[in-house]
């Protein structure tokens, strides 16, 4: 089985980035749990990150007949990005949506999600064990179906 994991705009910065709220790891560490965690399950696991909607659009596209499943933290894009939720329909790909952070703890716009709707389910507020429980989730899902 082959999974994508994929990280919007700013999350190359994790580490540095307002680390009270996001925490200490970097995104390169994160990706090596989490592969380590899926290799230990028999998974490949891809990773992409980008600060562009539309190379994330192109990334989601590429996974047509690759990939079994996403794990999405689109960060700000979460909010706001209409061509990602289009994205992940028109690949109709399951996928789980991730935060870091309790997005419903922080300011209003980030209540809003355009992607969560259509996800398998949402994980948000454990730092980077968000993402290790996504995987969890993911698999769980598609081992069911
Ligand atoms: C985030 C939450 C978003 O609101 C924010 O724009 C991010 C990170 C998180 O992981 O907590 O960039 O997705």
Do not use: W
Request: charged content about 15%; aromatic content about 6%; hydrophobic content about 40%.
């Amino acid at each position: 089985m082959r999974l994508l994991l994929l990280n919007g705009p700013n999350l190359n910065l994790l580490g540095q980035r307002e680390p009270g709220i996001y925490g200490r790891s970097s995104l390169a560490s994160i990706e090596i749990t989490l592969r380590e965690q899926a290799e230990s399950e028999g998974i490949v696991l891809d990773c992409f990150q980008s600060n562009f909607e539309g190379a994330l659009v192109e990334r989601i596209h590429k996974c047509m007949g690759q990939t079994e499943g996403i794990l999405i933290n689109a960060g700000a894009y979460t909010h706001t990005s209409i061509a990602l939720r289009d994205a992940l329909a028109g690949v109709a790909i399951p996928y789980v949506e991730l935060h870091l952070s309790n997005t419903y703890a922080r300011e209003p716009f980030r209540h809003q999600s355009l992607l969560a709707d259509r996800a398998i389910g949402v994980v948000c507020g454990f730092g980077a064990m968000s993402y290790s429980l996504a995987l969890q989730g993911l698999l769980h899902h598609l081992r069911q179906s």
